[in-house]
């Protein structure tokens, strides 16, 4: 099944309501409506109804960085799904490295399970972050660390609904370093993800959901990695805050779309 390539920039806590409003007007303007790329921007939650405004018209979506798992009440400082889905988001994304390693209190698989289901089950598009330590790949636990991510991070989560499901591959020790994982470790690791999704879900929906590389992704290395036959797109920080940059990733991906046609 041809799965379309999928390119999100993740803002991460940066820009001010100007400059992003400046950076998603100027990606609207040079990015074609016919866009046979997905494309998704996730700005600070602030700006996200500013950056949807600067948006309005063009092919590319907006997204947030994480949500609340109520749908409302006294939860001081915290954000719904519904009320994402209110000012246009089409996106969140879940289980960021940096919000179960950076950031804390961290958020453990329960937490980001608890998320997710509340964002699928309202209707929002979910991405998925998983990937290992450095620690971890160097004493061989790849494997079973993003298992106990997927399988705890999907627990409960019904078949159907995982239609619209989007994970993200991002290698903790890639992320804002500028070392990328090679292509052979990239599609090796997505290649292990689908499998598990086929054993946890089921077959069709694992052909079917978009697998992202996220991890110090650049204009020179996005062709090679998103040629990969198990990487999908790409989850990108740092490089996605500058529209050259990110645009030339997104040109990656529309050279590879066209050339499987
Ligand atoms: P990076 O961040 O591209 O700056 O490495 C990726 C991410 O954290 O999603």
């Not at 921007?41 to 798992?69: E, M, N």
């Not at 999907?154 to 991002?170: C, D, R």
């Not at 790409?234 to 050279?255: N, P």
């Amino acid at each position: 099944m041809a799965r379309k390539l999928f390119i999100a920039g993740n803002w991460k806590m940066n820009l001010s309501v100007e400059t992003a409003t400046a950076l998603a007007a100027e990606l609207a303007a040079r990015v074609s409506a016919d866009s046979s790329v997905d494309i998704a921007l996730c700005p600070p939650f602030v700006y996200i109804a500013a950056v949807r405004r600067a948006l309005d018209g063009s092919v590319i979506a907006t997204g947030a960085q994480d949500v609340y798992h109520e749908s409302q009440g006294a939860f001081t400082g915290q954000i719904s799904p519904g009320m994402l889905l209110d000012i246009g988001c089409e996106y969140v994304i879940i289980g960021h490295s940096e919000r179960r390693h950076t950031i804390t209190p961290p958020e453990d698989d329960c937490i980001i399970n608890r998320k997710l289901l509340a964002a699928l089950g309202s209707g929002l598009k979910v991405i998925l972050c998983v990937g290992e330590t450095l620690d971890q790949r160097q004493q061989d636990q790849t494997e079973s660390v993003l298992d106990k991510q997927l399988t705890d991070g999907l627990a409960n989560l019904a078949s159907p609904s995982a239609a619209t499901l989007v994970i993200a591959y991002e290698p903790v020790w890639a992320i804002g370093t500028g070392q990328t994982a090679t292509t052979a470790q990239a599609q090796e690791a997505h290649a292990f993800i689908r499998s598990r999704l086929a054993e946890l879900l089921n077959p069709d929906v694992a052909s079917a959901v978009r697998i992202q590389y996220g991890g110090s992704v650049k204009p020179d290395n996005a062709l090679d990695l998103l040629s990969q036959p198990d990487v999908d797109g790409a989850l990108v920080g740092g490089a996605s805050l500058k529209a050259a940059d990110f645009l030339a990733i997104i040109d990656a991906g529309r050279t590879i779309t066209s050339s499987a046609q």
